[in-house]
């Protein structure tokens, strides 16, 4: 029998070189499923790299929004922290500014050698003068002011103490009134006082003032906390020292 018009029996699952499958597409030489086409880009899933990449990107990105946090954060804490030292810095400044530069020619006390009245006693840490007292702090009228640098708990500290003056004598309140706390956290309270000279014009700066009958033209208040940071210079002019240089009152 001849060999024309043999056709080789076709294989199940076999297509013939060239064909279209059932589905619409063409299948390789060796025919089979093995040679179909490759899904879309659309359905394949993301690689392990572009997970790291995108894991880390994310973690920088978090980092930077916190660290942009923490730094609004602080600075809105330091801008308080000035705005409440420049509040009570101007409060400190009037509060001395109205007692110091109100002092009034009065005595509270006498000088047991001598019998001079003192009037004002100034040192480098401490000074006492007789200012009203206004009627928020106590009954009102002439009272000792007793300004002073002291040991705090939490370092040095700026105190003022009050006593009530009648007829050249200081008198205590009873129960005795504790000191109110002016300034805290401080490194150093320095006064200075200054009157006129011999030659008619104001002296130079002294560190105590040594006439206790007398008022001086000036005073100044230098303090500093404990930051190292300076206050703002404060120099109070006493107008009742022109009008009084002495003499009984």
């Known amino acids: 029998m001849g060999t024309r018009g043999f056709r080789r029996p076709r294989l199940p699952g076999q297509v013939s070189r060239g064909r279209p499958d059932g589905l619409g597409r063409r299948v390789g030489r060796s025919g089979g499923f093995d040679a179909v086409a ?12 572009e997970v790291l990449l995108a894991t880390v990107l994310l973690a920088a990105g978090l980092a930077l929004a916190f660290a942009t946090l923490r730094a609004a954060t602080a600075s809105a804490q330091r801008g308080e922290e000035i705005a409440r030292h420049s509040e009570r810095v101007r409060a400190v400044e009037l509060f001395l500014r109205r007692r110091i530069g109100g002092t009034r020619p009065l005595a509270f006390a006498q000088d047991e050698a001598t019998g001079t009245p ?29 300004l002073q640098l002291v040991d705090g708990a939490d370092g040095p500290e700026l105190r003022v103490g009050f006593a009530l003056v009648m007829a050249g004598e200081t008198f205590e309140d009873d129960p005795p009134r504790e000191p109110e706390l002016l300034a805290g956290e401080l490194a150093s309270a320095r006064f200075r006082y200054r009157t006129l000279g011999d030659d008619g014009r104001l002296g130079e700066w002294q560190e105590r003032w040594e006439t206790a009958d007398r008022l001086p033209l000036q005073v100044e208040v230098v303090l500093e906390d404990r930051a190292g940071r300076p206050w703002p210079p404060l120099v109070v002019a006493l107008p009742l020292a022109g009008s009084y240089l002495g003499g009984g009152e």
Request: charged share 30%.
């Open 38 to 49: 490759k899904r879309p880009a659309s359905q394949r899933g993301f690689t392990l790299i």
């Open 118 to 146: 003192i009037r004002f006693i100034g040192g480098e840490e401490r000074i006492r003068f007789v200012a009203d007292l206004p009627d928020y702090l106590g009954r009102g009228g002439p009272y000792l002011h007793d």
